[in-house]
């Protein structure tokens, strides 16, 4: 490193200022203090490390930045929270200078002013990598959060926007350019995810039974919500929303979306949803399958089932 722990602590404070009306003690301190809500306090964190999650000689630090704050804010948008405050703990390696630490930082600045909330502190460590953790706390108003486990059989199932397309830009990214204007969004769609942090309040006002983010991939998530809810499904993989640049493997297994996948009581009340959120955020709410009482099945366009394979990112396979 180029400065001293101290130099850079005072610069990433000069990057975070100007945080939000309830901090009161912001980065500089020994810890942070906010002003605390009225509501439920929703905490998740989670840890992006070099090597796994990203690549210093693919993605911009803003990038990586970006992302490290956008898939929390996904996990509190899957919980129909409201995202308030972020802190990061930072494990940087020898090689990495001042500038790109800086950088990183001007993409979490990024992020959370696009999403109304403040990183207000975290802490600075060395090692043989570099590993972003966020930890980010929601609010979401007493009782009204949207957990994975209560789909009900003739639940119907939505998702919103496309899949596939991160999956795809990991794949164009690494093949190199030319890529085509679908390609490029792909590639941004991979490496600046859109949480659905505006869209999930919708849902949870129009009835979602439950609800988890798409970050291990469409069937994977979709098995998750059927276990926690102790129910089974039939999924229509022919109405599952592709990217233009995806694969049906990857639309399907491919991760990394953070799209909102929920179930909603009836089909009248994911309409309804579906119109708000088009009208509102301009983001498509497709129904791709129902809850039934037990059994994971794919419905082809015969209407005879299969077996619904899980395929997904596993982060321990
Ligand atoms: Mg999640």
């Not at 901090?23 to 605390?36: E, F, S």
């Not at 037990?294 to 082809?300: A, C, F, K, W």
Request: aromatic share 4%; hydrophobic share 45%.
């Amino acid at each position: 490193m180029d400065i001293s722990e101290d130099e850079l602590i005072t610069a990433i404070g000069r990057v975070l200022s100007g945080t939000g009306p309830d901090v009161l003690v912001p980065v500089g301190d020994d810890a942070a203090v906010v002003r605390g809500g009225t509501g439920d306090l929703v905490l998740t964190t989670d840890a992006l490390v070099e090597g796994t999650h990203f690549d210093r000689t693919m993605s911009t630090p803003r990038d990586i930045g970006y992302k490290a704050i956008a898939v929390s804010l996904s996990d509190i948008a899957a919980m129909a929270g409201s995202p308030r405050y972020a802190l990061c703990a930072l494990t940087l390696s020898g090689d990495v200078d001042a500038g790109w630490t800086m950088e990183l930082f001007g993409g979490m600045r990024e992020a959370t002013d696009e999403f109304a909330c403040a990183l207000v502190g975290g802490n600075l460590a060395r090692g043989s990598e570099v590993t972003v953790a966020i930890t980010l706390t929601g609010e979401v108003a007493r009782g009204a959060v949207v957990r994975r486990s209560g789909a009900e059989p003739g639940d119907v199932v939505v998702v919103t926007g496309t899949l596939g397309g991160a999956a795809a830009g990991r794949r164009l990214a690494r093949r190199g350019a030319p890529w085509t204007e679908d390609e490029l969004h792909a590639i941004h769609r991979h490496e600046r995810p859109a949480p659905r942090v505006g869209e999930a309040p919708v849902l949870a006002r129009n009835g979602a039974t439950s609800m988890i983010d798409v970050s291990d991939g469409l069937t994977r998530d979709l098995v998750r919500i059927c276990e926690a809810s102790g129910v089974g499904v039939r999924l229509d993989p022919a109405k599952v929303p592709r990217h233009a640049a995806a694969a049906e493997g990857e639309a399907l297994g491919g991760g990394e979306d953070y799209e909102l996948l929920a179930t909603m009581p009836s089909a009248a009340a994911a309409a309804d949803a579906a119109g708000e959120l088009a009208d509102v955020f301009a983001t498509l709410l497709t129904p791709i399958g129902t809850i039934a009482v037990d059994g994971l099945q794919t419905i082809d366009d015969t209407g005879a089932t299969h077996p619904l394979e899980p395929s997904g990112w596993d982060h321990f396979a």
